[in-house]
């Protein structure tokens, strides 16, 4: 019970144009996130689907019903927002059952709705406080619940977590899983952090300057990116992009004054387009210390010279130049301290998942 | 608490001592008032002004409230006391009541235009009594307003909307305007959301309003000397007139009680909600 269909969606504000065109097919039950840099209209199109924002041109359907010129009230819409934006002067148990309230719904009901959503939310000891006696944590557990206890069609987040610290921002993240995974109501949930994105997402939209770059998985738009943009944008160590010539169907990487040749998946494609150069999009973790057992015709091994070492825990950075460009290869944190005392180390370099960019547009030549 | 040092110390009498002197200043007069009030005329010819009463004489009062000569009437100020206060209560109320709603629309519902609005709003604050004396005598004429309660009230309420308008405005921009985003998808409309969301906020600053407008209303004169009738004068013209009517010698003990009792009901409100008015004034952001 909460499909959305967004169609050829456009928004001014004056002259400037922020969303300019939006499709998206959101199926019922999916959690879907919207991820860009701030600037992107992430929020823009959420205020619209919310229909706190007027759109210039274009449609939204929810369960196939055109809501686009509806109020907010009439859309069965809760939000939850960045700022929490709890009722200062109302108790925590009225802020959740205001909008019950509001919708007239006979008090007994909300007497229960409210115990049973305070107990899904283990707030029950907070009913009576204000918002202001609350944590951060806390707060953003009664505006979840104030969202939960409308019981609505369609969950909307605006970056719900990006005020709370770093520990407490990774479990409230495996709790609205969780819970969205109990409740399978839709979510809309805006983000401009990718790890968010990528952990919680049935399927991401990536956004910039107002357009959808890319909508997909997760797992598609990690491992085949749109564009390169999208490339950049998802993945922490961020993904290395290397201008090369290209030299046949390889590429060449220089590095430490020698000339090493790549071979990649989809070489033919560079020859056949006839391009002197491309950009060679590799993720870090394709980039490690030797690993005896996997091998192949797209496994090579090059060296690189250690400029910084950064240990991560798990696994640690090493940078480095190829191209003149900088390169991020991840090695296990033992190969690490051995590329530090070394000062440099033999990298295998797998280019089966690499993908490659036009060096001017930045479109996907490979795909 | 940290100790001062000697030079430290020796500031702060110094200050206190200056601020002792400006408030004995500002007392002097009110001291003189009610001293006097309290005197038989004979005593106050004869004795020094800043003496004491020999004894507590109320005869003053009671002729002032009730009997004293405000040109030909000799009513007190009673009537005027009661004209005053069925002038102030609407008019107070009822631009506080327009203003909250104002500064509520211009802060989280803007318009095109609304800043504008809001602007030219504000220069009715700079706009001096002087200038609309006619004009507004004749729109009062017009209206059938002219010489009666309701047309006082309604200039008051006219001028008064310009400042209670400011303070809500900026009392209220200070609210995040994501509450009413949140309060809109809960299914509460306009005036829902005044009233179960801002109006529970507001109190500091209906504070500040109530007194602003009760003191401007209470102690102006010029409105209520040229738009009243001989029924509807408020206390203020009375006082004037009571002043000004001499039968015989000068009564100034009566002149006295009637100034204090004129001032009274303004140095209430501020002694009741005085501490309320400046942390209205000085709120900035409300936390959520």
């Known amino acids: ?367 | 608490m940290k100790s001062l040092s000697t030079s430290q110390r020796h500031y702060k009498v110094l200050f206190i001592t200056i601020l002792v002197l400006f408030a004995l200043v500002y007392l002097a007069p009110l001291y003189v008032m009610l001293t006097t009030s309290f005197k038989g005329i004979e005593e106050i010819r004869s004795g020094n002004i800043l003496a004491l009463p020999e004894t507590l004489n109320v005869s003053a009062w009671t002729k002032a409230w009730s009997s004293a000569c405000t040109g030909g009437d000799c009513y007190g100020l009673a009537p005027y006391f009661w004209n005053s206060i069925r002038i102030v209560l609407p008019a107070v109320f009822i631009s506080t009541v327009i203003g909250a709603l104002n500064g509520y629309v211009l802060s989280q519902w803007r318009f095109k235009g609304s800043n504008f609005l809001f602007g030219a709003l504000l220069f009715g604050c700079f706009i001096p009594f002087q200038v609309i004396l006619l004009p507004m005598a004749m729109l009062l004429a017009w209206l059938g307003l002219a010489n009666t309660v309701p047309g006082l009230v309604l200039v008051h309420v006219i001028y008064g909307v310009a400042f209670t308008t400011l303070f809500f405005r900026n009392y209220y921009v200070g609210i995040p305007t994501e509450l009413v985003r949140a309060a809109r998808l809960d299914g509460a409309g306009f005036f829902a959301i005044f009233r179960h969301v801002f109006l529970p906020l507001s109190t500091p600053i209906i504070v500040v309003s109530v007194i602003w407008q009760f003191t401007q209303i209470w102690n102006d004169f010029l409105f209520g000397v040229v738009y009243s009738g001989p029924g509807t004068q408020p206390i203020t013209v009375a006082l004037n007139n009571l002043v000004n009517t001499t039968m015989g010698g000068k009564e100034y003990n009566v002149d006295m009680a009637a100034a204090v009792i004129a001032a009274l009901p303004t140095l209430v409100v501020y002694l009741v909600a005085g501490k309320y008015f400046v942390r209205g004034l000085t709120a900035g952001a409300v936390k959520g």
């Open chain 1, 1 to 367: 019970m909460g499909s959305i269909q967004i169609q050829q969606l456009t928004k001014f504000f004056g002259d400037t144009q922020v969303l300019k065109g939006i499709d998206l097919d959101i199926k019922d039950g999916e959690f879907l996130i919207l991820v860009g840099p701030s600037g992107c209209g992430k929020s823009t199109l959420m205020n619209s689907i919310a229909g706190l924002e007027d759109v210039s041109s274009g449609d939204i359907l929810i369960d196939g019903v055109n809501v686009t010129d509806l109020s907010p009230k009439e859309r069965d819409i809760a939000m939850v927002f960045q700022s929490y934006a709890l009722y200062p002067t109302m108790s925590v148990s009225r802020n959740i059952s205001f909008g019950l309230e509001m919708r007239k719904v006979p008090k007994a009901e909300i007497e229960k709705t409210v115990a049973d959503v305070s107990q899904l939310l283990q707030i029950e000891h907070l009913l009576d406080r204000k918002p202001s006696a609350l944590s951060g944590g806390q707060r953003q557990r009664v505006a979840m619940g104030r969202a939960l206890a409308r019981n609505p069609r369609v969950f909307l987040f605006d970056e719900p977590l990006s005020n709370l610290d770093a520990k407490l921002r990774v479990e409230m993240r495996t709790e609205i899983k969780k819970l969205h995974k109990r409740l399978g109501t839709t979510i809309v949930y805006v983000t401009h952090d990718q790890v968010e994105a990528m952990t919680l997402a049935d399927r991401i939209a990536v956004m910039k300057d107002g357009q959808v770059q890319q909508f997909g998985t997760p797992y598609e738009i990690y491992n085949n990116p749109a564009n390169r943009f999208v490339a950049d944008f998802m993945g922490s160590p961020p993904m290395n992009f290397i201008e090369c010539v290209v030299l046949d169907d390889k590429l060449v990487i220089e590095s430490q004054g020698e000339k090493f040749e790549l071979q990649v998946a989809h070489g033919e494609i560079v020859r056949q387009a006839g391009l002197e150069t491309v950009i060679l999009g590799i993720r870090p973790e394709m980039m490690t210390e030797p690993k005896p057992h996997v091998m192949g015709a797209l496994v090579h091994s090059i060296p690189m010279q250690i400029d910084v070492i950064e240990p991560m825990g798990p696994d640690t950075i090493a940078f480095g130049q190829w191209n003149g460009v900088e390169v991020q290869a991840r090695l296990s944190p033992e190969a690490g301290v051995e590329a530090q005392t070394k000062g440099s180390i033999c990298l295998q370099v797998d280019t089966s998942k690499a993908v490659l960019f036009d060096t001017f547009s930045g479109v996907r030549l490979d795909a």
